[in-house]
């Protein structure tokens, strides 16, 4: 992960409104630069970096000399970088793959850009030429980004929502509107000479479910089976397989259940055949007697990996829970349940590893209709549309939770199941063949590895385990043990004004007040603005989004 800031148009001091950019340093460790725009003092870029790719020329905002009018401040990745200086015979000058996004601006413009780029990215573009500012953002928010806009053109872009608190500009931070940038969208602004923008254009390059433009490119995977699981296996052992560009050491999380356990196999598999000499790390989480920790013990064995188990306390996983929550930036019940696990599993992997690049199965449970309540679906097409519904909400739910838990250490996060072409295809087949059949969810996943041995069988099968249930001892689940601990905490009075105090997505229980309250503390005023509802199962009758409250749920 990486750290972007930049403000546009200020009237105050930039030199105090850039203490606002080191919010965000824990998502780049390695080096900080803050800059001034020139001719434009009151325009300022800053950048936290996590060292990936080329140490030497890898420090933003980055500039080239051959187009030296373009600012360019980006968090990603950009995998196809080399077959796109390849097709369009792009002299690059760095070997950073962010350089691509100047390449194509300069030489196709912003649409063509952002509709080539295969990767997960958010960035800030200034044209001090032609006067322009642009944003962009990946199909699925993996990368964050967030904007404030106020109605004098004053602009300012941050990584995260705590960047841009305090930077109200006149105003109270509950009085402006802090938002998340959409996801799949790029943002073009008008530059005045006083600094200031104004928006002109807002366009959707990629929808969920379209075929990627950039896969047109000459060296992408083409698939030409009639098999769906075969394509399935190309692509997403494709997707594991650009995603090892990096310079610093790769490891896994591994929950044990389907998703990371694939992702794992997948991993270890191209990773050998890529000669990467040195064993995968992977490391798995939970409180004593966890059911993820002991799957994930079977499948670390089966693969050969170095494997690490870390085992947490009721007491040092309620103690987290507002450092969760500022890092999330959320109130969103089962985000903040699950974040605990994995924020303290990767401050572990921080201070007792070398491992910084880290795959994880986020994502298949939107894309492969994992959740329980799937199972009961009014039709193949209700199930299409919930799925590619999720898909389209993740920027504010599990890839927010992916994002901040790993960024906070310094980790950056790459999640093969979200990658373009791959979700692409698995959306392009029947509906119906994409729900849970014969009582198992995610069957089309599983199916199209049966009988492969890349991972234990028992694990390829396992029935869906939520996170934040899979890291709870089977006697008492992580939920109860929060609910336990709230309830001395907010009282039945509180509850009941709750709809007063809060009137948008007012909390029904103790455990959403209690996150509420926190919530608020951080961020006053921006509740409407950064999750639009609590996530809950769909077609379920429960006041509850942990799967064990559902009747279709199987302890394994």
């Not at 960024?407 to 994409?434: N, T, W």
Request: hydrophobic content about 35%.
């Amino acid at each position: 992960m990486c750290g972007i800031w930049a403000i546009f148009g200020s009237d105050e001091d930039v030199s105090k409104q850039c203490a606002s950019a080191l919010t965000i340093s824990h998502r780049g460790p390695d080096a900080f630069r803050i800059e001034n725009v020139n001719h434009f003092k009151n325009c300022c870029f800053g950048f936290h970096r996590l060292a990936i790719v080329d140490d030497l020329n890898g420090m933003q905002p980055m500039r080239v000399k051959s187009h030296p009018h373009i600012w360019l401040c980006y968090n990603g990745e950009i995998y196809n970088y080399r077959k796109v200086q390849k097709h369009y015979d792009f002299d690059y000058q760095t070997d950073c793959d962010g350089e691509a996004i100047i390449h194509l601006y300069a030489n196709l413009g912003i649409e063509s850009a952002t509709k080539l780029l295969d990767g997960v990215y958010a960035f800030i573009l200034l044209d001090t030429a032609n006067k322009k500012v642009f944003l962009g953002r990946d199909l699925y928010g993996v990368r964050p980004m967030f904007r404030l806009l106020k109605d004098d053109g004053f602009l300012a872009v941050c990584s995260e929502a705590k960047g841009l608190m305090g930077l109200a500009h006149g105003d109270n931070d509950h009085d402006v509107d802090v938002i998340p940038f959409p996801p799949g969208h790029y943002e073009a602004y008008d530059l005045k000479p006083n600094g200031k923008v104004t928006l002109t254009e807002r366009v959707q390059f990629h929808a969920v479910g379209d075929i990627p433009k950039w896969s047109e490119i000459e060296g992408n995977v083409k698939i030409s089976s009639e098999d769906p699981k075969e394509n399935v296996r190309v692509l997403i052992k494709e997707a594991v397989r650009k995603r090892l560009m990096a310079q610093r050491r790769i490891g896994c999380l591994l929950s044990g259940g389907l998703d990371s356990s694939l992702i794992c196999g997948l991993l270890c598999e191209t990773a050998k055949e890529e000669g990467i000499a040195y064993p995968i790390q992977t490391f798995s989480i939970g409180m004593e007697g966890s059911p993820d920790v002991k799957a994930a013990r079977k499948v670390a064995n089966a693969l050969n990996t170095e494997h690490y188990e870390i085992l947490f306390t009721e007491e040092e996983g309620i103690a987290a829970l507002e450092d969760v929550i500022y890092i999330l930036e959320t109130y969103d019940i089962t985000t903040i349940r699950a974040s605990v696990g994995m924020y303290l599993i990767s401050k572990y992997i921080q201070k007792m590893t070398d491992s910084v690049v880290i795959f994880s199965g986020e994502g298949a449970d939107e894309l492969c209709q994992g959740y329980i309540y799937f199972h009961k679906a009014p039709s193949a097409e209700d199930a299409d549309i919930e799925s590619k519904r999720l898909l389209k909400d993740l920027y504010m739910y599990d890839n927010l939770r992916a994002d901040r838990t790993t960024a906070a250490a310094g980790l950056e996060l790459r999640v093969p199941m979200l990658d373009h072409l791959f979700s692409a295809y698995y959306l392009s087949i029947e509906p119906k063949d994409r729900q849970p059949q014969k009582g198992v969810e995610k069957y089309l996943l599983r199916s199209a590895f049966d009988g492969l041995d890349l991972i234990p069988n028992e694990v390829l099968w396992r029935p869906k385990e939520a996170f934040s249930d899979g890291v709870s001892s089977e006697k008492k689940s992580w939920f109860e043990v929060l609910q336990d601990y709230i309830n001395t905490q907010v009282n039945d009075e509180l509850l009941e004004d709750a709809p007063k105090k809060f009137p948008f997505n007012p909390p029904k229980t103790k455990e959403g007040y209690f996150y509420r309250q926190v919530f608020q503390k951080f961020f006053p005023g921006q509740a409407e603005n950064l999750i639009k509802y609590i996530w809950m199962p769909k077609w379920s009758q429960t006041d509850d989004p942990s799967a064990r409250t559902l009747k279709h749920y199987k302890s394994s």
